[in-house]
């Protein structure tokens, strides 16, 4: 049996009722890649008095030992946020099902939900995308697409920043911002939300112009994990949520 638990967006958001199973169970594993991962679990450890063992993206997707481990016996995978909001994890559920090893999951607080502490309406946002970084000889671009499809039917857009674990590269605001501007050749983009450390003592939302919010450093939105949102036509309640909410840097009224 495989448990796919989510640890919430910050490190003691685990239901009670993922803690109690925890407590019977001996093969403990944290997916330490899909996510930006600074999460201290010894607390974890010392209450459950077992060790959790951290899995790269070796031992996740070429080698996962862990699944033939639960063709006999219990095995918890723990994973930050949301177990489902990552597709390595409903990979990782269709090989175990091809294994015939049964899977269970238990649901966490997500980016998906907590970007609605914009104030955005969630249900106005269309098809997330991630920006990744670009390679020699590769510049992707179909995330712009999706920002330029979004907004002619005024949604929302919510974009999700690279994580490259095993170079130890997250993608920072400033990063995606530069991205953003050397791909947006007509100007689409105007205003830019970003999202730091959501659900953590040190969150972050940052509203504003993109030329503004570009001319910032790094240090100013704060350590990862980042999102932004490219909002669309804002509706006057999220405009009013967002500025008595956010850092606010605009010149001009939102397009
Ligand atoms: C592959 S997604 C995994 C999402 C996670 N499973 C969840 O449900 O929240 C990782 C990306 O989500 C975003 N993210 C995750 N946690 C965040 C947080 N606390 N604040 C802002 N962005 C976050 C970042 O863009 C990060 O690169």
Redesign the pocket.
């Known amino acids: 049996m495989l448990y796919l638990i989510?640890l919430g967006?910050s490190e003691r958001d685990l239901s009670l009722r993922a803690f109690e199973l925890l407590r019977k169970i001996v093969n403990i594993y944290v997916d330490t890649y899909?996510?930006?991962f600074d999460f201290d679990l010894l607390w974890l450890e010392n209450e459950l008095n077992k060790k959790i063992i951290p899995l790269s993206r070796n031992d996740m997707e070429k080698n996962p030992t862990f699944l033939d481990i639960a063709k006999s016996k219990e095995v918890a995978l723990l994973?930050?946020?949301?177990?489902l909001?990552?597709t390595t994890h409903t990979d990782i559920i269709l090989r175990a099902n091809k294994m015939g090893v049964k899977t269970k999951i238990y649901h966490a607080s997500?980016?998906?939900s907590?970007i609605a502490e914009t104030g955005l309406h969630i249900y106005r946002f269309g098809k997330t995308t991630s920006i990744p970084y670009p390679e020699e000889n590769f510049f992707p671009k179909s995330f712009y697409d999706v920002i330029v499809q979004n907004k002619e039917r005024n949604l929302h857009t919510m974009l999700?920043?690279?994580?490259k674990k095993e170079k130890n590269l997250f993608m920072n605001p400033k990063e995606a911002i530069s991205i953003l501007k050397e791909i947006d050749k007509n100007n689409n983009i105007t205003d830019i939300i970003v999202?730091?450390?959501?659900?953590?003592e040190n969150q972050k939302i940052i509203y504003g112009d993109i030329d503004k919010l570009i001319k910032f450093e790094n240090e100013y939105y704060g350590p990862p994990?980042?999102?932004l949102v490219v909002p669309a036509k804002l509706h006057f309640a999220e405009e009013e949520y967002l500025l008595s909410l956010a850092e606010i840097h605009k010149n001009s009224k939102n397009k």
């Open positions: 989510g967006l899909t996510n930006y994973v930050s946020g949301d177990p909001v990552a997500s980016i998906y907590a999700l920043l690279d994580v999202i730091s450390r959501i659900s953590h994990p980042h999102t």
